[in-house]
C-alpha cells in the first residue's frame, strides 16, 4: 500500500519510527516532510497528506503533530478524507475497519516510539469490513458532508 506521511515540527521527531514501520510493513512510503524541527504549520502539512490521498497518489496517511488533534481537525475540513487521532491499537485497527479511516493522526508529545509503531502497524494492516451497518452510517457522513459542501 503506498501511505503518505507529514509531520509538522513537533511530529518530527517521530518521524524516523513512523517511516522505518511502513517500510518494514512492506509499504510503499511517500515523504512529505518536513525535515526539521524548524516550525511548520500543521494545516499544511495536513493538506499535503489529504492532497496525496484525495489525489490519488497514496491511499492513506499518517499525519503527526504535536497532540494529533490539530491534523486531525485540519484533515476532516477535506471531503473523503477520514481522520482520527489514534493512541492505542484498538482505535487505530477499529476506526478503519469501523469507519473507514484514511488518515491517521498521531501525536508526537503524547505516544513514544514504540507505541508509535505497533499503532502504525495496527492502522497499516487494518481494512474495512464492508459490513451494512458501517456502510449505511458511513453514507450518512457523506450526506452530511455533501450538505455542507458549496
Request: charged content about 25%; proline content about 4%; overall charge negative.
Amino acid at each position: 500500500m503506498r501511505i503518505a506521511c507529514a509531520f509538522d515540527h513537533a511530529g518530527f521527531p517521530l518521524k524516523p519510527i513512523v517511516m522505518e514501520t511502513l517500510q518494514a510493513a512492506g509499504h510503499e512510503v511517500i515523504d512529505l516532510g518536513t525535515d526539521s524541527t524548524e516550525p511548520v504549520d500543521y494545516p499544511d502539512k495536513a493538506r499535503d497528506a489529504a492532497d496525496a490521498v484525495l489525489g490519488g497518489r497514496a491511499e492513506r496517511a499518517v499525519v503527526v503533530c504535536g497532540s494529533g488533534a490539530g491534523v486531525a481537525v485540519a484533515a476532516c475540513k477535506f471531503p473523503g478524507i477520514r481522520a482520527c487521532t489514534a493512541h492505542d491499537t484498538y482505535t487505530a485497527h477499529q476506526a478503519v475497519e469501523h469507519d473507514d479511516v484514511n488518515v491517521l493522526c498521531l501525536g508526537a508529545r503524547v505516544i513514544g516510539p514504540a507505541l508509535a509503531a505497533e499503532i502504525i502497524a495496527a492502522f497499516s494492516l487494518a481494512e474495512f469490513s464492508g459490513e451494512e451497518r458501517h456502510v449505511r452510517r458511513l453514507r450518512k457522513i457523506e450526506a452530511i458532508e455533501a450538505e455542507h459542501t458549496t
